[in-house]
């Protein structure tokens, strides 16, 4: 059972790092989800890895889940459980964050449109796996590749990718709601450098893309948890509108796909420079 794939610069390395942890396609055997297979995978942010596939020929690492996010979600902090999806108490730490109120916290109450993804609750110990076998193999794999970069450099930048459903749904907090193009999240400023942020929108809109900066995704866990500007370690959510490249039913690529993935081409070129710049 693959958890991760890692996949590193095919050049010299910059301190740049890349993740992908809502790609995943991989769904565990024990993963009885109610709803049909097509429904559950709307969940995915599918097809982001390829997208940024050209990021090692840049001097990035770039590490993609193999796990689908509502099997148990990467970018959510351990203690964001929801009650509702256990049989009995969890044992440790609960800290229930607006993510597990729309249901889909660290493990998701509820499938796209609102629908329940379990018909009966897990057991913990159900639950304690997952987070053994999937979650922590999966934030030792991004902090493994961050800390070697940042041994050797002294600082790191990390962009988290991602990719969101053009129009707000029932589970998010911007219902009907059109998206931008991109969105980027930085936490209100607090996960990297602001100049950080403001390159990739400026690199974007010069592209034409319509960009948006902590509206409505402000970036979660994986950027909390490794962004940490004062000590030169920079993290940024990056979110992509899928009517940019994909069919959000079947999930097929569309025929934006190719622009897109040249244009994020030149934003990797860009972001080396960048990072070559202050490393
Ligand atoms: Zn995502």
């Known amino acids: 059972m693959q958890v991760y794939r890692r996949h590193d610069p095919t050049g010299a390395p910059l301190p740049l790092v890349l993740d992908s942890p ?3 396609t991989s769904y565990p055997a024990d993963f009885a989800h109610l709803p049909p297979r097509a429904v559950v995978r709307r969940a995915e942010d599918t097809h982001v890895e390829t997208l940024f596939a050209c990021a090692p020929d840049a001097g990035a690492t770039l590490v993609e889940a193999l796990f689908p996010r509502a099997y148990i979600d990467p ?9 509702a999806v256990l049989e009995e108490p969890w044992p440790g730490p609960v800290a229930r964050s607006r993510k597990t109120e729309l249901g889909i916290g660290l493990v998701w109450r509820l499938a796209q449109g609102g629908v329940p993804m379990y018909a009966r609750p897990l057991s913990v110990a159900d639950v304690e796996r997952r987070i053994a076998l999937y979650y922590e193999p999966y934030h030792a794999a991004v902090a493994a590749a961050l800390d070697e970069r940042y041994r050797r450099f002294g600082a790191v930048w990390y962009l988290n990718c991602h990719s969101m459903p053009a129009v707000g749904d029932v589970m998010s907090d911007d219902p009907g709601r059109e998206r931008a193009e991109f969105v980027l999240g930085d ?3 607090t996960t990297c450098e602001p100049e950080f942020t403001a390159f990739v929108a400026a690199t974007l809109s010069a592209m034409g893309y319509e960009v948006a900066i902590n509206d409505p995704y402000k970036g979660v866990e994986l950027v909390r948890k490794h962004g940490r500007p004062a000590e030169r370690r920079h993290s940024l959510q990056i979110e992509i509108n899928r009517r940019l490249y994909m069919d959000e039913v079947s999930l097929a690529r569309t025929a934006g796909f190719n622009a897109l ?5 030149r ?7 960048y990072v070559r710049a202050r490393a």
């Open 267 to 273: 934003l990797m070129e860009a972001l080396a420079d």
């Open 261 to 265: 993935q040249e244009d994020l081409v």
């Open 75 to 83: 970018n959510r902090h351990p203690s964001d459980m929801d009650p």
């Open 22 to 24: 809502h790609s995943g």
């Open 187 to 189: 936490r209100d400023g």
